[in-house]
């Protein structure tokens, strides 16, 4: 039986002077959760967290919408499965907190701690330009998704559909965020 190739976090290479792009990155907003509603009768939200650990949202100043307003400032929560439920300055009651489902919180991108080595986030991933090999652009990162079996990412040349390849050392040999591309190794085609 052979072994799927290992998943892979890119590594990330600083640049000694950041690029535009990266100055770009840095102030974009990053989607952190989601209201899914009222937890109990005394105002406490249910959030779903789209983080690793839903208790990092509570280390957030404040929340943003997506136009960059203020949109929550989290108190005190603990999490739940699927998220986190929480107390936020301002809602008191259950109508208050249910009157905010849906409502997408963000932070802006220069929040969010530098990513370990080998590891990327996502968002910065967005954009960026696909090489292969000898340096020849291919397209653009059009998005990244992970449908079960691992990161995927969706990759918009010049002309033509998209196509998707794994988020895999061995496909994404070299990710340079700083200058602003990533460099792949398409498989070969087969019949």
Do not use: C, H
């Amino acid at each position: 039986m052979r072994r799927p190739p290992p998943r892979r976090k890119s590594p990330l290479r600083r640049p000694a002077t950041p690029s535009s792009d990266a100055l770009d990155r840095a102030a974009r907003l990053i989607l952190v959760g989601r209201v899914a509603g009222a937890f109990g009768v005394r105002g406490e939200i249910r959030i779903k967290a789209f983080s690793a650990d839903p208790l990092t949202l509570l280390g957030f100043r404040q929340l943003l919408r997506e136009d960059g307003a203020p949109a929550l400032t989290l108190s005190g929560g603990r999490v739940v499965k699927d998220g986190l439920v929480a107390r936020a300055s301002g809602v008191d009651d259950r109508d208050q907190a249910e009157a905010l489902r849906g409502l997408e919180l963000y932070v802006r991108r220069d929040a969010l701690p530098e990513p370990d080595d080998d590891e990327v986030y996502v968002a910065d991933l967005i954009g960026v330009e696909v090489r292969d090999a000898s340096g020849a652009v291919l397209g653009r990162v059009k998005t990244v998704e992970d449908f079960g079996a691992g990161d995927l990412i969706e990759i918009a040349p010049p002309a033509g559909p998209t196509y998707w390849l794994p988020f895999t050392k061995e496909a994404v040999p070299d990710v340079n965020l700083a200058e602003g591309w990533i460099a792949v190794t398409p498989p070969a085609e087969t019949e």
